[in-house]
């Protein structure tokens, strides 16, 4: 997963996620701890569901959020950019998107859109609604969700992979402000 977010955006490699990732306790939620170290550095662990060999939508999904948070907070240290919660969460609710749907083995303009509803429709959330987290999720989902339409109108229905690809990089090169404008221009 890790390497296929990077050779989609284009990002250098970070180290492997593998040596930062802990399998989360039964019933417990992806989560990522990041801190910054005394010595300037960025300390970061990833709690994750670990998949049996049929794994379903949400563990993989949860695993995916982990990957793609530990990526962008990977490339924002490289480049000395900062990166907000909000902005975690928008990114990953886009790359669960891009791995399911444009990077699965066949894309299927149908099979997108049923990952879209499933992604952004039919979703529940652990948090309540008025609580910040909550509030987080659900503005996070709906941003990705606008974005992910508008970018499948624009560049999928029509083959236009390579410039979906450069959208979608372009996006996730943003910071928090023009994201969340890029998002819901869509």
Not at 122 to 138: I, K, L, N, W
Not at 139 to 168: F, H
Request: some cysteine.
């Amino acid at each position: 997963m890790q390497r296929e977010i990077e050779r989609f955006y284009r990002l250098e490699r970070a180290p492997s996620v593998e040596t930062f990732l802990r399998h989360a306790a039964d019933g417990e939620r992806e989560t990522v701890r990041i801190r910054d170290a005394e010595d300037g550095a960025v300390e970061i662990e990833v709690l994750a569901p670990a998949l049996t060999d049929e794994p379903d939508l949400d563990s993989v999904c949860q695993l995916i959020e982990g990957v793609s948070h530990f990526v962008y907070v990977a490339d924002r240290a490289r480049t000395g950019l900062p990166a907000t919660q909000l902005e975690l969460e928008l990114q990953a609710e886009v790359d669960k998107f891009v791995l399911l749907a444009i990077l699965a083995d066949r894309f299927d303009t149908a099979a997108a859109r049923s990952i879209h509803a499933r992604l952004y429709e039919s979703v529940s959330f652990c948090h309540p609604e008025g609580s910040e987290a909550g509030d987080r999720y659900r503005l996070a989902n709906d941003l990705a969700a606008r974005l992910v339409r508008r970018l499948q109108v624009l560049y999928v229905e029509k083959g236009r992979d390579r410039d979906l690809r450069d959208a979608l990089s372009r996006f996730y090169r943003m910071g928090q402000t023009g994201k969340i404008a890029f998002a819901r221009a869509a």
